[in-house]
Every structure is written in C-alpha cells, then in structure tokens.
C-alpha cells in the first residue's frame, strides 16, 4: 500500500477528504453553504493544531491506490511506538481492502522495528472491527473511545520473559 508524505500540493486533496467526511458525519447536506463552510473549517483548522500540539513527531500521508489518492493518515512515529492519530478513506474506495493493506504495511513496521502499534477509535465506529481481525486488543477505555495496540510476535516474547 503506497504512502506518500503529504506535501503543499496535498493540502486542498486533505482538506476536501476531510470535508466530505464531516458533511456525511454532522449530515451538513441542506444547511447554508457559508454555515457549512465555516464549521468545517474551524474543526479542520482546530484538528490539524490540536494534532500539531500533542504529537510532535506527526508525519502526515496520502494514501494511494493504484496511483490515485485515495485517503490520507497521520502517524505519530516515537521509539517507543507507531501511534496512528488519523486515518480517513474516501467512501468511494472503502471495502477494497485499502485500509487492510494499510494496516499489515502499518504492522510489519512495527514488527520490524520491535515497537507497539496503536490507535484509538470511538467505542461505536465500525473500523473497530477491522482492528479486531488484524489482531488489536484494548489496552484503555472509557465510554467514547478505545485504545488500542497491536503487538509484535517479537515483543510479546520479550516482555513475557
């Protein structure tokens, strides 16, 4: 699964993505454009300082598929973990096993690398269970989100001694 490292020439690319999920999210379909506009734009601009903020190493990516792109993820890369802040797909190229591949690209990292791979997600998204199939366990909870890891076959064998 092709990443790139988002660029400036990305920037309108994310932000649509990013539009189009909260249109269908806050279902903004029949309200006043310049209404929709400015809500929209304050969550992105809020998001992207917020993310900016708490997670220093922060590299954002297109995802592509088959050349074009298709999505974008924020990952948070420290020793001690790969942390994924943010994945988005667009609806037209979800259930096509992007995210899938995504995942065991994310996790073959972290195998190599020897290190935790984690997330966290909304109790009631339905991406929780693509997380469970790939092997994910929840390490922390509280009644909106789940944290999540994924833990290398070679870690485990390191702390279990």
């Known amino acids: 699964m092709p990443l790139k490292a988002a660029t400036e020439q990305d920037a309108s690319f994310l932000f649509k993505l990013f539009e189009a999920q909260k249109t269908a999210e806050l279902e903004l379909y029949h309200v006043d454009i310049h209404f929709k506009n400015s809500i929209i734009s304050m969550q992105w601009n809020s998001k992207n300082q917020s993310y900016l903020h708490s997670f220093p190493n922060l590299q954002t990516f297109v995802i592509l598929h088959e050349e074009q792109a298709v999505g974008s993820c924020m990952i948070d890369y420290t020793p001690q973990e790969i942390h994924i802040i943010d994945i988005l797909i667009s609806s037209t190229f979800r259930n096509l096993n992007i995210g899938t591949l995504l995942f065991k690209q994310l996790q073959l990292e972290a195998?190599?690398?020897?290190?935790?791979l984690r997330l966290q997600v909304a109790v009631d998204n339905p991406a929780k269970r693509l997380y469970?199939?790939?092997?994910?366990?929840?390490y922390q909870s509280d009644p909106v989100y789940l944290s999540m890891e994924w833990i290398p076959s070679s870690f485990q064998s390191t702390i279990s001694h």
Do not use: A, V
Request: hydrophobic share 30%; net charge positive; charged share 25%.
């Open 111 to 116: 195998q190599q690398q020897k290190i935790p």
């Open 132 to 138: 469970d199939r790939l092997g994910f366990n929840i």
